[in-house]
């Protein structure tokens, strides 16, 4: 499988090295028509304004979105989440508007930063998973046909909508792959 990373900005380089780890191909997207030559698509963490910017200075905005309305897999990881979500709270505007959620930027607050957890996601992985937080956001509300996988003291962390995954958290950051292999295996094949 061909994997992009949209490159612009924030934890690239975690996501390329575990794509290649499972034996697949990164392919940095930084302009539209790298868009034509990937199976899917991972947005990464980092800064949601500053991504989101780029995304519309580029001219990617418009065609990644309409991909992903036709289909391409989308992992967005934190920030990759907040761009994908229809809603984000006390702020205007969305970014590509497309997964029918509200989220809350830093919903953890300064004291609780970042952080790690430990939770079993049946339906990613029989083991425990190490989830790192990193200024995270969280789901304050799902659409109906939006499946909440993973909720850490009732806030809603991760979600599955169709082509489209969203999380937290970093599974990239630690040295296990299974929500990769998660993300490939529910929607790539
Ligand atoms: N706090 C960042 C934002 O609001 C997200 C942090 C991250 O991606 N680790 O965009």
């Not at 947005?43 to 910017?53: M, N, R, V, Y």
């Not at 996601?121 to 789901?139: G, M, Q």
């Not at 909720?151 to 489209?164: E, L």
């Not at 995954?165 to 299974?178: D, R, V």
Request: with cysteine.
């Amino acid at each position: 499988m061909k994997i992009g990373v949209l490159s612009f900005q924030g934890g690239v380089i975690e996501h390329i090295n575990q794509i290649k780890a499972l034996g697949h191909t990164p392919i940095e997207v930084n302009k539209a028509s790298n868009l034509d030559n990937i199976d899917g698509i991972i947005l990464p963490g980092g800064e949601s304004t500053t991504i989101g910017k780029l995304l519309n200075i580029t001219g990617l905005m418009n065609p990644l979105r309409e991909k992903i309305k036709q289909g391409l897999p989308t992992w967005g990881t934190c920030a990759g989440m907040i761009l994908l979500a229809k809603d984000i709270e006390s702020q205007d505007e969305s970014y590509l508007g497309i997964l029918d959620v509200n989220v809350r930027r830093n919903a953890f607050g300064t004291q609780l930063d970042s952080f790690k957890s430990y939770k079993i996601i049946k339906e990613v992985s029989d083991n425990e998973i190490e989830l790192v937080f990193i200024r995270a956001p969280i789901i304050t509300k799902a659409g109906n046909n939006v499946k909440t996988l993973c909720k850490i003291n009732d806030n809603i962390v991760a979600v599955k909508h169709k082509n489209i995954l969203a999380t937290s958290f970093h599974p990239e950051l630690t040295n296990n792959t299974s929500f990769l292999e998660y993300f490939i295996s529910s929607t790539m094949y």
